[in-house]
């Protein structure tokens, strides 16, 4: 990068990329398969659901999440069929689906929620003094 296109991008975008650069250099040293294996595995509450690393949201670490994601999927299939098959207009597909929709992902929330780790939004691998 040459010094003129420095001048011309602005301090915070530069800061960003030194920030950017600066992880990328960290994650090197250790396989981000390897790592995030690592993040699912430090479990020692317990949690089904850990969070998410990208975002907000939780992602299931043990098999009981994975099973509420199953039955969850499962349901919404059947659900899909069942309307699909009862449903003479778009609108009844629309109303017959809409509602079960929402309060099974309502219910996965709240599952999610009790039984994962507290919520908030991270960027990356926690770190060290993060809880």
Known sequence: MSSDSVLMCSKGS???????AAHIDKLNGMNFIQK???????????????RKLFGWG?????????????VYVTLLIALFRHVD????SASDTLIGFAVP??????A???VAYLKG???????????????
């Open 85 to 88: 098959t009862g449903s003479h």
């Open 101 to 106: 929709f929402v309060v099974l992902t309502g």
């Open 58 to 70: 939780w992602t299931p670490v043990k098999w009981q999440g994975w099973a509420v994601i199953a």
């Open 14 to 20: 530069v800061a960003r990329a030194v920030g950017l």
């Open 117 to 131: 780790e507290p919520p908030h939004w991270m960027w990356g691998f926690p770190k060290e003094d993060d809880d």
């Open 36 to 50: 995030y294996i690592s993040y699912v595995k430090d479990n020692p509450e317990g949690y089904w659901f850990k």
């Open 108 to 110: 996965l929330i709240v």
